[in-house]
């Protein structure tokens, strides 16, 4: 008899885990479904500085790097802002121009080259246009106003189809102070810098926060008449100390402003003990570095190197550290406010389990429906918000 009662009870067990994960299933279809259904937009990949460093066929499978066409469509991705970086040390040099515009070169010779699979994309006419069309935007956001030095080139790269500015990079700039320099030499913006914001509002060109110092950020806030956003970054709550990241005063002033937060995927961005593992390393690294004297390409430091890994991995970050992201958010702020800018192509080997390229999407909107999030909220955060703030900018532009 207790025999038979055991076969039940493994019997039942069973039937709960196989129906447990019938659901489990039914919900990774149910994001696949979406990650199709909806456009999704990301707001910062890399790809084009990998693409003048050595020229890629992207609508090979298995071509290098983070994002290329096969692995989009598999992932849902509908439009991508290709990042147009300006490296800091051109700062100040007519350098900076030109590389900018072999950037935008890449760029326009992946489209001509694929007309088929890629499209221009300079409003969100275009991209919803594109979406319907099943072909996937590259719109063009600069990273380092660098070369803009002066408003005739503001307007000129509107015209090559830059749609947003990122006001500085790893360094202060003739524009503004950056998060990573501890030299805020202008205390937030320049004087050209607060004049250029109010440029920017007038043709329509999105102003990005991500990478600027705090002040410049709230002096961004005071200033522009229209939204903004903060193309690849995340939430300082969860990295405290890490101004790259937003605070969350921060995040109530893009609120009220009406813009929108799109999440970076980089583990830096997202973990503190992932962090502090990192640190640790690099801490032994050095020290065993110095105390031996050795020079970077010595055996003995791949050894240590090697063996200090293997003895304290340092992983990365998850896919619900991304979830964990977009709630907090939420949570603060509202869902009106949150959008995704993976940094793919642009953080190294840092990318969180299950978000290692662009077909990976659907493993997050996985996590958002785990979570209990609406499918009306999915959507906002995949690309709505993101097109509501770049219609705003628009239609600011478009009434002065
Ligand atoms: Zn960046």
Wanted: charged share 30%.
């Amino acid at each position: 008899m207790k025999y038979i009662y055991l076969l039940l009870i493994l019997g039942l067990t069973n039937i709960e885990g196989n129906s447990l994960m019938a659901e489990e299933n039914k919900l990774k279809e149910k994001a696949m479904e979406l990650s199709r259904k909806f456009l999704i937009i990301d707001t910062h990949i890399d790809l084009p500085l990998h693409l003048l460093r050595g020229w890629q066929d992207i609508s090979d499978r298995n071509s290098y790097g983070e994002m290329n066409y096969p692995k989009a469509k598999e992932g849902g991705l509908d439009a991508a802002f290709m990042s147009i970086y300006i490296p800091p040390r051109l700062q100040g040099t007519k350098e900076a121009e030109l590389f900018a515009n072999n950037l935008i070169e890449k760029v326009e010779t992946l489209i001509n080259e694929n007309p088929d699979k890629f499209s221009r994309a300079v409003s969100t006419e275009d991209v919803i246009n594109n979406f319907k069309n099943h072909i996937i935007s590259l719109p063009m956001g600069m990273e380092n106003g660098a070369p803009v030095t002066d408003f005739e080139l503001l307007k000129y790269y509107y015209e090559k189809g830059i749609r947003y500015i990122t006001l500085a990079h790893g360094k202060a700039n003739h524009i503004c102070d950056s998060s990573y320099d501890e030299d805020k030499k202008w205390k937030g913006l320049s004087p050209f810098g607060k004049e250029l914001i109010k440029e920017m509002n007038r043709i329509g060109m999105i102003i990005d926060v991500s990478h600027i110092s705090d002040d410049a950020f709230y002096q961004v806030m005071e200033i522009s008449g229209a939204p903004v956003i903060a193309s690849h970054s995340s939430c300082r709550n969860f990295t405290p100390g890490f101004e790259r990241n937003m605070s969350d005063d921060m995040l109530k002033a893009l609120a009220k402003n009406g813009g929108v937060i799109q999440i970076n995927f980089g583990s830096d961005f997202l973990n503190q003990s992932y962090k502090q593992r990192k640190k640790d390393y690099e801490i032994n690294l050095k020290y065993f570095r110095e105390k031996n004297n050795l020079s970077d390409d010595d055996p003995r430091l791949k050894e240590f190197r090697d063996k200090y890994l293997k003895e304290n991995p340092i992983g990365y970050a998850e896919v619900k550290d991304v979830a964990d992201h977009i709630d907090h958010v939420v949570k603060l702020i509202g869902v009106d406010f949150v959008g995704l800018g993976s940094d793919f192509d642009g953080v190294g080997d840092t990318l969180p389990t299950g978000l290692k390229d662009v077909s990976m999407y659907p493993n997050l909107i996985h996590e958002l429906l785990t979570r209990g999030f609406s499918e009306e909220d999915i959507q906002k955060i995949c690309s709505g918000n993101l097109l509501r703030v770049w219609k705003q900018i628009e239609d600011h532009a478009s009434n002065r």
